[in-house]
T-cell receptor, first 110, second 114 residues
Framework: GENVEQHPSTLSVQEGDSAVIKCTYS??????FPWYKQELGKGPQLIID?????GEKKDQRIAVTLNKTAKHFSLHITETQPEDSAVYFC?????????FGKGNQVVVIP | NAGVTQTPKFRVLKTGQSMTLLCAQD?????MYWYRQDPGMGLRLIHY???????AKGEVPDGYNVSRLKKQNFLLGLESAAPSQTSVYFC?????????????FGPGTRLTVL
């Protein structure tokens, strides 16, 4: 089955700087790559996703890039704000379900 | 719309006790999922359902059973709870039976087994 890995596990950034989280996946048949944000005490919530027919997608301060050849995709957050502090999960699809990475704790330092 | 709701929010069990976690969704979604979340382990799929009356095993199904008698409900059962089942449990649902499955998560149930 699909295996998704995330790096780094914890990321601290100064407010206003950019944050980048990288994920790798194993199944070349995967074609849907969502990113979820989980705030403390809540369930994960989809923030952006990308399909394999595009290489980049942007939504305001958030962007995701996909490199199918290398089988990795990344989440980019620009102009970070305190409310961006959360755990971020990447995922990849396969067999009608999603395989999640282990998550990255992002801490934005005011 | 309430989205995905989970009952209860918290529960403490003794080893060997049984319980059922209830998940309900009001979005008419076909797919429903149960995950457990442990520190440093991310989200691991326990069981899932692709439609009313169907269930399938995920990554970590041992010690759990599920039922999907109604499309809007997905129940997770622990017949004989063990301390290793202490975790936060999330239910999710998705609308698509195709390849692009945005999943909507519930708020979670924190379970402690003593």
């Amino acid at each position: 089955g699909e295996n998704v890995e995330q790096h780094p596990s914890t990321l601290s950034v100064q407010e206003g700087d950019s944050a980048v989280i990288k994920c790798t996946y194993s199944d070349s048949a995967s074609n849907y790559f969502p990113w979820y944000k989980q705030e403390l005490g809540k369930g994960p919530q989809l923030i952006i996703d990308i399909r394999s027919n595009v290489g980049e997608k942007k939504d305001q301060r958030i962007a995701v890039t996909l490199n199918k050849t290398a089988k990795h995709f990344s989440l980019h957050i620009t102009e970070t704000q305190p409310e961006d502090s959360a755990v971020y999960f990447c995922a990849a699809n396969g067999n009608n379900r999603l395989a999640f990475g282990k998550g990255n704790q992002v801490v934005v330092i005011p | 719309n309430a989205g995905v709701t989970q009952t209860p929010k918290f529960r403490v069990l003794k080893t060997g006790q049984s319980m059922t976690l209830l998940c309900a969704q009001d979005m008419n979604h076909e797919y429903m999922y149960w995950y457990r979340q442990d520190p440093g382990m991310g989200l691991r799929l326990i069981h899932y359902s692709v439609g009313e009356g169907t269930t399938a095993k995920g990554e970590v199904p041992d010690g759990y059973n599920v039922s999907r008698l109604k499309k809007q409900n997905f129940l997770l059962g622990l017949e004989s709870a063990a301390p290793s089942q202490t975790s936060v449990y999330f239910c999710a649902s998705s609308y698509s039976v195709g390849l692009y499955n945005e999943q909507f998560f519930g708020p979670g149930t924190r379970l402690t087994v003593l």
